[in-house]
């Protein structure tokens, strides 16, 4: 897999730290990291990412709403990941969740699927 620039959404501080850690190992670059649902918005919007990992629920917005606002503009590939799949899956039924906890490879896994997705279409 080529490496990606990906925007990672997260709130949890160590979780991000975890996150951009693992993807670093496997040769992708983080663009950005945001907290919020406003930090993401912005983000995406000027750092343009080819990928798109959120948390679901943040403490300030909602990462569901930001991939929302952002697909309004752009097109971007998303893998969420949430301890709370159905809420996510009720709003966007053909997204990819990873359920808190999960493995590196389950990552590795999500990133494949959703980047063979994106090149079928």
Excluded: W
Aim: with cysteine.
């Amino acid at each position: 897999m080529k490496p990606l620039n990906i925007l990672l959404v997260e709130d949890d501080g160590l979780i991000a730290m975890l996150l951009t850690q693992m993807l670093e190992d496997r040769g992708h670059s983080i663009c950005a990291s945001a907290a919020t649902e406003a930090e993401a918005i912005e983000a995406a919007l000027a750092h343009k990412p080819e990928l798109i990992i959120s948390d679901s629920r943040l403490r300030v917005g909602d990462g569901v709403a930001a991939i929302t606002e952002i697909l309004r503009h752009q097109t971007v590939h998303y893998i969420f990941v949430s301890g709370d799949s159905a809420a996510i899956l009720a709003r966007f039924p053909q997204a990819i969740v990873l359920r808190k906890p999960f493995r590196e490879e389950a990552l590795v896994k999500a990133i494949a699927k959703v980047m063979a997705a994106a090149e079928l279409t």
